[in-house]
């Protein structure tokens, strides 16, 4: 079978989106069929059943998988999700993205990630503790400091990421801080990791301000999502003098044309678990986030929310995708046509990714860098992405994607051949 073979790739969704894009990537650089065919294929992958026992004593079973997509640059690095949208084929699609996303920023990583189709709003912390600590033991014998290393994304968070190294140790029989980035500070995790993909957002987003020659101060935003990534773009941006006048999450949006206070509705999310209801902001629908008359939108919830039927009425100049995925390839050329500069992905929120990798050093060093030291690097190679891909993308014509798929998928190919096909 051909990497374009319909019974292997779906035909709408985001994997279909992911093998599009290495589609383009594998004819713009004139690599072989053979060599397209396994960067397709994701090369391990693992679905287990996970048992719960509930609090209440019955028993739910959960789906759970990993797929690691690729090995050629490193370890496989990507993170795990709690959705009940999670399956298989988004798993695969969020893979490949981790793979070329490591290659771009340059961390010796491949390409992983994981996810339980749970609701993690409807289970207990204890639940909660239970399913994660099941589902690390049904992937322990494919995880690993040296093999693939999950951290937070959508539904997990620093507990999560305490409970996979507590059960990966046990099994171990001695603590090993490096399975797992994403920890709490106190158990090694990175200072600097747990704002580190917003802050990368929020400095490709100056950047792709300033190619455009717009003033933060004169800018407004709107922002999709307001979790681990929304919440703290929408922080670093009005700290940036850009006015972020609406932001959403699943329950509801909040628009005020003055800008938003983020921190005091980081309060009130706080309290109520959502920005719906905030006293200081107009409820708008949730649907019109991205279509607002504003400078800069940021998807930064789920895939597939920019798509063929509203990619038309964007009114931004700018989408950086703070989320994995959320523009679909109709979305993407649409956007084109409108002159919408949309920053991809793998470059926009590589910055968590980026302190992943800085972790997993402090780990193997067993030496804790300063916060100040972590944010300058992450600077540092944000910023090196930014220029190898807008300097790629205007010396071939392509957009800022293509730039940067082509980018990351001639890393990987160059590690592979480098390694050789064994055997
Ligand atoms: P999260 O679970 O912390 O937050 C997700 C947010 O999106 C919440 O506010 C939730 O209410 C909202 N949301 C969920 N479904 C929605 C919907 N259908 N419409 C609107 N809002 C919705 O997750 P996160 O870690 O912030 O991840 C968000 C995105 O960023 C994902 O695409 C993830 O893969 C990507 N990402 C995360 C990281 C990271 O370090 N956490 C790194 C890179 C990329």
Request: with cysteine.
């Amino acid at each position: 079978m051909t990497p374009t073979d319909s019974a292997v790739i779906p035909t709408a969704g985001p994997l279909e989106d992911a093998h599009a894009q290495l589609a383009a990537a594998a004819r713009h650089l004139q690599v072989n069929e053979g060599i397209h065919e396994m960067l397709a294929r994701p090369r391990r992958e693992m679905q287990v059943s996970v048992p719960l026992r509930r609090d209440d004593g019955s028993i739910a079973v959960y789906e759970g998988f990993r797929v690691q997509h690729n090995f050629s640059r490193g370890p496989a690095k990507g993170g795990l999700r709690y959705s009940t949208a999670v399956d298989l084929d988004e798993v695969r699609a969020l893979a490949m993205w981790m793979t070329w996303k490591c290659a771009l920023v340059d961390v010796p990583y491949g390409g992983a990630k994981g996810g339980i189709a749970i609701e993690p709003r409807d289970h207990s912390a204890s639940e909660l503790e239970r399913v994660t600590r099941r589902y690390t033991s049904e992937i322990l014998p494919i995880i690993g400091p040296e093999v693939d290393v999950p951290a937070p994304d959508i539904g997990t968070d620093e507990h999560t990421m305490a409970w996979i190294m507590d059960t990966y140790s046990i099994a171990m029989g001695h603590t090993v801080p490096g399975v797992v980035t994403g920890k709490p500070v106190s158990l090694g995790g990175s200072l600097g990791r747990a704002s580190a993909t917003s802050r990368g957002v929020t400095h490709i987003a100056l950047l792709a301000m300033a190619g455009r020659d717009m003033d933060p101060h004169q800018t407004t935003a709107a922002v999709q999502g307001f979790g681990k990534v929304g919440r703290d773009t929408a922080r670093f941006l009005a700290a940036a003098g850009v006015k972020v006048i609406a932001v959403s999450d699943v329950d509801g949006a909040v628009y005020s044309e003055h800008g938003l206070d983020i921190t005091h509705l980081s309060d009130h999310a706080d309290e109520t678990g959502s920005v719906a209801g905030y006293e200081h902001g107009e409820a708008i629908d949730p649907r019109s986030i991205l279509l607002l008359d504003v400078d800069v939108v940021v998807p930064a919830a789920v895939e597939g929310v920019l798509t063929a039927d509203n990619a038309d009425k964007v009114q931004a100049r700018i989408v950086v995708e703070g989320a994995n995925g959320p523009t679909t390839k109709d979305a993407d050329a649409i956007l084109a046509d409108k002159g919408v500069l949309v920053v991809p992905d793998i470059l926009a929120n590589a910055g968590g990714v980026t302190v992943s990798y800085f972790e997993w050093v402090q780990a193997h060093q067993a030496f804790q860098w300063s916060e100040t030291e972590v944010n300058s690097r992450l600077e540092d190679k944000m910023t090196k992405a930014w220029h190898d891909v807008v300097g790629y993308a205007s010396g071939h014509g392509m957009s800022y994607r293509e730039a940067a798929t082509a980018l990351a998928v001639h890393r990987v190919i160059e590690a592979h051949r480098l390694r050789g096909l064994y055997p």
